[in-house]
């Protein structure tokens, strides 16, 4: 490990000397020449072989030999915001007066409109929050709700979607109920019907998770957010497994709130995340912390929720060279190359006799996360067995005793296979 002012930064040798770094930065090219390349990688294979993949692949710093599919828990981010993060900060600690970190303000702005272009939304209808929790108890501590309201929930949410709820409700007087959903053959119009017969004339909330961390699956949201609003009924979509993985659209999916987590899907810089206020809707939320700004951030939409004092100004400017990445490759076309390789997966552990998968196949209804069972071992021995025996990184499952495998951009499919073979091997072991 090197001495990071040295111009090498823990010895490796994928940073720029920092007089590099704050030249490219100082031209406004935070992404520097590595987004040239992807694009032109774009432009030459149109039909979206392996070696596009693989030279996307090339600009994360994930360990050779390593097979990383846990993208619904965090995500490596790649060089292009890593070598913005140390600039950046480099910077910043150089010289921390009040003059030089003004000048982190237009690459504040300009993640803001990123962001906002990218989910689909205006600038003022996003917040920079930490992470998806933080983002999902601004909207739960905010609401005004009290005896004989309602929130509806669904019984797979996230914690930070769940107990938030439950914790408020036992200060506030709310009640809170939890809708499940079945199992087995599954369809979007079951999944709304199921939503739909349990919100009553109290209900003031429908509070879910777009994709389930748990099960894979995806609730149709467009017209359960208009279901809604038809009611009245205010929806927060707790979006930590959507944001970065779908080809999202905020405006045209009509919800109240939207949360995520930039260190997750976007692979963006650690402790960045999203708040979605859709303009007109953030009246009803009273904001949790206030800080210094929130007096001019009052009348700015969703800007108030987010005056929490001193930031990592170097994370947030960051988060653009994460949305270049996202841009330079295209939101569809990463949700195509994600369901490839599901599809793959899926395929493969179908053969394997004895197997269960959790996650339904109707692409309507899921997303980039696959949840199955193995036969004679464990979740969370196959788990373990997975990481010590064959350097693949997952998850265990929760909901069912198994696995939750999720590839993102940089997975190849001969990782798939590479998994693929590696259950097979497990579950030969376990006979
Ligand atoms: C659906 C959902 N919501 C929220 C979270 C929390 O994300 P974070 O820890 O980034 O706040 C997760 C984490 O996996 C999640 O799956």
């Given at each position: 490990m090197r001495n990071p002012v040295a111009g090498r930064y823990l010895g490796e040798q994928w940073i720029l000397p920092r007089r590099e770094v704050l030249k490219r930065l100082a031209a406004g090219a935070a992404l520097g020449t590595l987004g040239g390349k992807w694009l032109s990688a774009t432009a030459q294979d149109a039909a979206d072989g392996e070696t596009f993949w693989d030279q996307v692949r090339e600009q994360f710093p994930i360990r050779p030999g390593l097979v990383m599919m846990n993208a619904a828990n965090l995500c490596p981010t790649h060089y292009p915001v890593l070598e913005s993060l140390f600039g950046l900060t480099r910077d910043l600690d150089g010289d921390v007066s009040?003059?030089?970190?003004?000048?982190?303000?237009?690459?504040?702005?300009?993640?803001?409109?990123?962001?906002?272009?990218?989910?689909?939304?205006?600038?003022?209808?996003?917040?920079?929050?930490?992470?998806?929790?933080?983002?999902n108890n601004i909207i739960v501590n905010g609401l005004d709700l009290g005896a004989g309201d309602e929130v509806v929930l669904w019984s797979e949410n996230h914690e930070s979607n769940r107990s938030a709820w439950t914790v408020r409700a036992r200060r506030r007087g709310f009640s809170v109920r939890e809708v499940e959903t079945p199992t087995g053959a599954l369809s979007a119009d079951l999944l709304r019907d199921r939503f739909l017969e349990n919100l009553t004339t109290s209900t003031r909330v429908l509070a879910v998770s777009h994709v389930s961390n748990i099960s894979g699956?995806?609730?149709?949201?467009?017209?359960?957010?208009e279901a809604c609003r038809e009611r009245n009924i205010l929806t927060l979509v707790d979006g930590a497994q959507s944001l970065g993985a779908l080809d999202l659209n905020l405006h045209d999916m009509g919800c109240d709130y939207f949360t995520g987590s930039l260190h997750k899907w976007p692979m963006g810089p650690k402790e960045t995340g999203l708040l979605y206020v859709r303009s007109g809707s953030e009246d009803r939320v009273w904001p949790s912390m206030v800080g210094v700004g929130y007096d001019t951030a009052e009348g700015e939409g969703a800007l108030k929720f987010e005056t929490f004092g001193q930031r990592d100004d170097s994370a947030i400017s960051a988060i653009v060279p994460a949305m270049d990445l996202l841009a330079s490759i295209g939101k569809e076309r990463i949700e195509a190359r994600l369901r490839a390789l599901v599809a793959r997966l899926r395929r493969g552990i179908e053969a394997i006799p004895g197997t269960?998968?959790?996650?339904?196949?109707?692409?309507?209804?899921?997303?980039?996360?696959?949840?199955?069972?193995?036969?004679?071992?464990?979740?969370?021995?196959?788990?373990?067995?997975?990481?010590?025996?064959?350097?693949?990184?997952?998850?265990?499952?929760?909901?069912?005793?198994?696995?939750?495998?999720?590839?993102h951009i940089y997975n190849s499919m001969a990782d798939v296979d590479r998994v693929l073979d590696a259950l097979r091997e497990i579950v030969g072991r376990a006979k």
């Open positions: 009040f003059q030089n970190r003004a000048r982190f303000a237009p690459s504040k702005d300009q993640a803001r409109s990123r962001l906002a272009t990218y989910v689909g939304a205006n600038p003022q209808e996003i917040a920079i929050t930490r992470n998806t929790t933080e983002a699956i995806g609730l149709p949201m467009k017209s359960l957010s269960s998968i959790l996650t339904p196949a109707d692409s309507a209804i899921n997303a980039s996360i696959l949840i199955f069972g193995l036969p004679g071992i464990t979740g969370s021995d196959a788990f373990e067995a997975l990481y010590r025996d064959h350097d693949i990184g997952s998850a265990p499952a929760s909901l069912i005793d198994g696995v939750r495998l999720s590839p």
